[in-house]
């Protein structure tokens, strides 16, 4: 199989607990069911998104640890039902990774993650040549940086950094090709409150003076692209059902990631990103609604780029 996308990046069990509203700093509150465990990660939601919407020849593989035991197996099996290469997924002794999701009634969510095996994937795991001959590697922060930052610099392919969570990734954010936070993430590595309109959050950009382009995911306002040498753009999205948002970035950058090894433009990227990420926020869970593209075929574009 031709490797098109390397995903290298994390696999988590998730739990997700509704709730009627977020908790804040030292409050509790009651769930109102727990639903049963489904699978996550940012790195393996990313790989689905890319094999579903990619289908059974996009050539994605995933690079990660889970632990030995049933969950672990379980998750690999569920990517590898996908079409995902799971030969760069190792086990390791003790447990897999696992998020607490807390969601309320408008799909907002709060997230806690603990590593497990996630945390055990060094260097040498993925300097390997499955990443080094990658059309496109793309990366984000639920692995040690040590491990994210050795998987760019083997790339010889398109580098995408999804810096969630932005925390740590501020030291290899010089090491990727395309950027992409989410409007929270940009305020972390721009060291600012979140960004009110579209200007500061371009101003925002800039301030992190990156040789690499930068998309930020602005979830119903969809996706802003700012590019060297280009006005930035943004490129809207368009009006859905929202159910769920969570995992909605990881879709728009899997989408991303294979659209671009696939020789599309940012910009083009970006628009099947947006629409693939607005169409999973419709479905519940990470993986709720996995993007095909046949959806598109109902699904208005708002392909109107603005420039801002
Ligand atoms: P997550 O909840 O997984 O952390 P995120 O914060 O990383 O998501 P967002 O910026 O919220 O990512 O959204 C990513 C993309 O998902 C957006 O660019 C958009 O295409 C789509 N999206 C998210 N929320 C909505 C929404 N309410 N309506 C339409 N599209 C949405
Ligand atoms: O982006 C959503 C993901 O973040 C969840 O699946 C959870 O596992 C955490 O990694």
Redesign the pocket.
Known sequence: MSRQVVVVGSLNADHVVDVQSLPLPGDTVLGRRRSETIFGGKGANQAAAAASFGGPTAGVSMVGHVGDDEIGREMTGALAALGVDVTGVGVVEGPSGRATIVLDPD???L?LVEAGANALLTPRDVETQQVAEAVAVLVQMETPPETVAAALRRASGVRVL?P?PAAGAMSVLGLADVVVP????LAILADASAARTHEEAVAQVRSLGLAAAVVV???????LVVEHGADPVL?P????D?VD????????CGVLSLELARGRSLRNACGA??????L??TGAG?RGRLPVPSDFASFPSRDREAPC
């Open positions: 799909g907002q969510n997230i999804n969630a989410n409007r929270t993430e995911t602005l979830g119903a306002d969809g996706a490129v999205a368009s009006p859905v929202v948002t969570t995992g909605a970035g990881d879709c728009f990103a947006v629409r693939a990420a607005s999973s926020v990470a």
